[in-house]
C-alpha cells in the first residue's frame, strides 16, 4: 500500500504542473487521473483498515483529486463560456462559445456518470468485501433490529 501511496504522491506533482497547460496536457492528465483513481480504489478494497489510519484519509483524496477538482473545473468553464454567451455583440463568437458550451455540457454529463459508475462499483465491491455476518443461532428480532 505505502508503493501505491508514494507512486500517487508522485503522480500528484506531476498532475500539478500539467494542469497549468491543460489544452496542451488533456490527455495525459486524463490518463494520470485514470491511474491514480484506480490506485486509490484498490487501496479502499485491499486495504480498508489501513487506508483510514494512515495519516491521509484515502476516500477523502480520492474524491477531492478525482472527483470533485474536476468537478469545479467544469463548472469554472461553463461558467466562463456562458459570461461570453450573454456579453459578446461578435454573432460568430456567440456561436462557437454555444457550440464549446454544449461540448462542455456532454463532456461535464459523461463524467458525471463515469464518476457515478466509479462509485456504484467501488461501493459494491466494498459492501460484498465487509458484509456482516449474521450468527445462525440468533434470530434477527431478538434485539428488535426489524
Not at 55 to 66: A, G, P, R, S
Not at 77 to 97: F, P, Q, R
Request: glycine share 0%; charged share 30%; proline share 3%.
Amino acid at each position: 500500500m505505502s508503493e501505491l501511496l508514494s507512486l500517487n504522491n508522485e503522480r500528484e506533482k506531476v498532475l500539478k504542473v500539467l494542469k497549468e497547460n491543460p489544452k496542451e496536457n488533456g490527455r495525459e492528465i486524463n490518463r494520470l487521473l485514470l491511474l491514480i483513481r484506480n490506485d486509490y480504489r484498490t487501496i479502499l478494497i485491499e486495504h480498508p483498515t489501513l487506508s483510514n489510519t494512515i495519516k491521509k484519509d484515502i476516500d477523502n483524496i480520492l474524491w477531492k483529486q478525482c472527483f470533485y477538482k474536476q468537478i469545479e473545473e467544469y463548472r469554472k468553464s461553463i461558467k466562463k463560456t456562458l459570461v461570453v454567451i450573454e456579453t459578446e455583440d461578435n454573432l460568430v463568437l456567440v456561436d462557437k462559445a454555444k457550440e464549446h458550451i454544449s461540448k462542455l455540457s456532454n463532456a461535464f454529463t459523461k463524467f458525471l456518470n463515469d464518476s457515478t459508475i466509479f462509485y456504484q462499483d467501488l461501493l459494491l465491491h466494498l459492501e460484498n468485501n465487509f458484509k456482516p455476518i449474521k450468527p445462525r443461532h440468533m434470530k434477527v428480532d431478538q434485539y428488535n433490529l426489524i
